[in-house]
């Protein structure tokens, strides 16, 4: 059923994606911020780094390439009248079982055997859960949806630090409770939300031109995901860098509680964006002046020379790169190409989440220093700005219906 047919659906259906949705990222944002590098850690002592290093590049790769596989296999069951649910069961059924796996693991190359897996079956439930949504959400509701979407990631981030704060669970119980939140997730969505209607035959051609706009789309989130990217991996060492005066300690608590704001103040920014972007039917305006938000919170943490400039700078950043990001996800789903390609193209489209995990650490070893990230934070603006300029090469996504 195109899109533009599709009928409304209710804020609670909405819901019930999103929650799903935040059992996905739940599923993997613990486990790769927080409970992996203390499993590294345990294992491998002094070579944590080398063994944390190849499990983020093979993860990144494995996880580039099965997002596609699982997307272009859903489609296939689609075209067959079967639906993608299947394939959702068993990602998050085989991510259970990974997790066991990490529990279980008592050498170095037994972890990153076992993380390999875990991206293998990881992505097996996400990529068919964000083609779903591309599928039974109707145009003029995507960009409320990419709003509530923007709630996983402090979801995920407060179920870490639950963890964290809970010494009792050990290695053991931390890692196998993020599976089940996971499931307590997802089957909400399952077990209330009825299977889409297959598609119509005159629904399989491909539209006129979107390809090339989806290209111009997934340039565009590449080039803002890499900034991301190495705010991720080095923001505590960006303020050790302009606020040395500060005791180390203080400065940990005092990131912590940073990155935890930026989670949560975008939120109600998000949501408002994105259904303001609904009721116009005008995605790109939005998009642009939050890369340009994104941007100019990058050139103030080039020009910061105490925590409190550099703070702010990066929570303006961090509201303008979430709006981005939630709003695109919308934007794209509008854009791609063809109704029986859907998981295999946003499977594409995940590459720019996953590409950045290997830019990014090149680009600071090039250009930063543990005293100087000015010039890695002006080329980082540089990229943002560019990646929402991008977006003007392509034709406006059809106006929701």
């Given at each position: ?105 008592a ?56 963890l ?33 209607t ?8 491909p ?16 080039l803002?995901?890499?900034?991301g ?19 180390r300690t ?15 103040l ?20 939005v ?74 650490p ?40």
């Amino acid at each position: 059923m195109p899109a533009a047919v599709l009928p409304r659906r209710s804020t609670a259906t909405l819901i019930l994606f999103a929650l799903a949705y935040a059992g996905g990222v739940i599923g993997y944002l613990p486990l790769l911020t927080l409970l992996l590098p203390v499993k590294v850690e345990a294992l491998a002592g002094d070579a944590r780094l080398d063994v944390l290093t190849a499990i983020v590049i093979s993860g990144a790769i494995v996880a580039s390439a099965s997002n596609i596989l699982w997307g272009w296999l859903s489609d296939r069951s689609v075209a067959r009248g079967q639906g993608r649910r299947g394939w959702l069961i068993g990602g998050v059924a085989g991510t259970a079982l990974a997790y066991a796996g990490i529990a279980a693991a008592a050498t170095p190359a037994q972890v990153i055997a076992a993380v390999i897996l875990f991206q293998v079956a990881v992505n097996a439930a996400l990529a068919p859960l964000i083609a779903m949504m591309a599928d039974e959400v109707p145009d003029a509701q995507k960009g409320t949806l990419g709003g509530l979407l923007a709630f996983a990631n402090p979801v995920a981030a407060g179920l870490s630090a639950g963890l964290v704060a809970t010494p009792a669970l050990g290695e053991t119980g931390r890692l196998l409770l993020v599976p089940l939140a996971m499931i307590a997730c997802v089957v909400p969505l399952l077990a209330l939300l009825p299977p889409s209607t297959p598609i119509d035959a005159e629904d399989e051609r491909p539209l006129p031109g979107r390809t090339r706009d989806m290209a111009v789309a997934w340039a565009a989130r590449l080039l803002v995901q890499v900034a991301g990217n190495v705010l991720f991996l080095y923001l505590l060492y960006y303020f050790e860098s302009i606020a040395a005066d500060l005791p180390r300690t203080e400065l940990q608590t005092r990131t912590g509680h940073l990155l935890t704001l930026s989670y949560l103040l975008p939120l109600p920014v998000a949501l408002i964006a994105g259904r303001l972007s609904d009721r116009s039917g005008r995605r790109r305006p939005v998009l642009l002046a939050a890369a340009a938000a994104a941007a100019l919170g990058l050139c103030g943490m080039a020009a910061a020379a105490s925590w409190i400039e550099g703070a702010l700078a990066f929570t303006t950043y961090a509201v303008g790169s979430a709006v981005f990001l939630a709003l695109h996800s919308a934007y794209a789903m509008q854009l791609l190409p063809s109704v029986r390609h859907r998981g295999r193209d946003l499977g594409l489209l995940n590459l720019t989440n996953t590409l950045p995990a290997l830019a990014g650490p090149l680009l600071t070893w090039w250009l930063a220093s543990p005293r100087d990230f000015e010039k890695l934070m002006l080329l980082l603006a540089a990229l943002t700005l560019a990646g929402g300029l991008t977006l003007l090469a392509a034709r406006p996504a059809s106006r929701p219906a």
